[in-house]
């Protein structure tokens, strides 16, 4: 193990040191001068980030780390001891899909009160591309990063542009696929239609919703990392307490956020969920 790091490190250390000679050759001083990382938003792009943006960035998050939880028993749940139904059905779910799916519908509520507004109120030009120019400067931000020469940016107003496509995937692309995936497993599917199901098969959403969750997985990982290593009080600021200052507003807003998500973590047991579940159907135990 200890061989396997040092060798890792080592690799590491020097895909760092090609990259910096890389982009210290002439041709590629003249790319990163051209391309510096990111480009100019429209001119009526919004400036910082309103106190509604926090609170989704906020409820996103705690849905998705419950997702996360509650699709991992799902996946584990080999012998489920508690069980959910509708009063009009007879067909069972275990109370850990039952919330699975439940923390789903929220999460795409929330999803979908977060589209209206980014269209809203023009925060969707800080994620979607205005100028094929976010693809040669979201490579010039990726040789940064990995020379260990990170962009020197403002998110307060303007994301660089391999920020910007990562978040438009993730926006975009990756909960969409997430969402349509996991609609193709759960109880809402139509499962007496021979034509719909041999054209949207549910092995095919079940070999692409794992990979989907662990995509998100890396995100988060990646995105806290990053957080906390460009400057951690100002850009928690910038998440949690709707101001570019830096100070610990954000950072205490941010702890607290930790809590409740905490809390939440711990309430997916039977006995917090099953009276939740009672309100929409039946609950039975083995």
Do not use: C
């Amino acid at each position: 193990m200890i061989v396997a790091g040092a060798g890792l490190l080592f690799a590491a250390a020097m895909v760092v040191l090609a990259v910096r000679v890389f982009v210290s050759l002439p041709f590629m001083q003249d790319f990163l001068h051209t391309y510096p990382g990111q480009y100019a938003l429209p001119a009526s792009a919004p400036v910082g980030f309103p106190a509604w943006l926090n609170w989704q960035h906020f409820l996103n998050v705690f849905f998705i780390v419950l997702i996360i939880r509650t699709g991992l028993g799902v996946r584990r749940e080999k012998r489920p001891s508690v069980f959910w139904a509708r009063r009009s059905s007879k067909r069972k779910i275990s109370l850990t899909l039952w919330s699975h799916q439940a923390l789903d519908i929220l999460w795409i509520a929330n999803g979908v009160v977060f589209i209206v507004l980014l269209f809203a109120t023009g925060q969707w030009m800080r994620l979607v591309p205005t100028s094929w120019s976010v693809f040669p400067n979201a490579l010039s931000a990726v040789l940064k990063y990995v020379s260990l020469d990170w962009p020197h940016d403002d998110g307060w107003l303007n994301y660089n542009s391999l920020q910007q496509l990562t978040y438009f995937a993730v926006v975009f692309l990756l909960a969409p696929l997430a969402i349509v995936t996991g609609v193709r497993m759960s109880g809402v599917w139509p499962k007496n239609s021979p034509r719909l199901n041999k054209a949207y098969p549910v092995e095919w959403a079940r070999a692409v919703h794992f990979p989907t969750m662990l995509a998100f997985v890396l995100f988060v990982i990646v995105h806290v990392v990053l957080v906390f290593a460009t400057g951690a009080l100002r850009n928690l600021n910038h998440m949690y307490g709707t101001s570019d200052q830096v100070n610990w507003a954000g950072f205490w807003w941010f702890a607290a956020s930790l809590l409740v998500i905490a809390a939440g973590w711990a309430a997916l047991r039977p006995l917090v969920l099953a009276p939740i579940a009672r309100l929409f159907g039946t609950v039975t135990s083995r």
